[in-house]
């Protein structure tokens, strides 16, 4: 029997994860640890959400605000992989 260790133990990456606390996407206990992205072979490091199963990632389009002072987010289709560093 394994015994289990909180300290090491990983949670799962979700399919779709966003880096927004107000989403209903984000998972507090993922940041917990530094996270990789890559989209089409190429780690980004701007990524504010991504959807596995669908293929996209969004970023910041410069620094343009929407409405309510959020950044202004383009989304990128591509093979998208996410892993912890």
Not at 14 to 20: E, I, K
Not at 56 to 83: H, S
Request: charge should be positive.
């Amino acid at each position: 029997m394994r015994a289990m260790n909180n300290a090491t133990e990983k949670p799962p990456l979700p399919d779709r994860l966003s880096v927004d606390p107000h989403s209903p996407h984000h998972v507090a206990a993922v940041f917990e640890y530094p996270i990789g992205i890559r989209l089409n072979d190429k780690e980004r490091h701007d990524v504010e959400e991504y959807c596995i199963s669908e293929g996209w990632i969004k970023v910041a389009a410069g620094k343009t605000l929407n409405r309510k002072g959020q950044p202004l987010l383009i989304q990128l289709k591509g093979r998208v992989e996410a892993f912890y560093r």
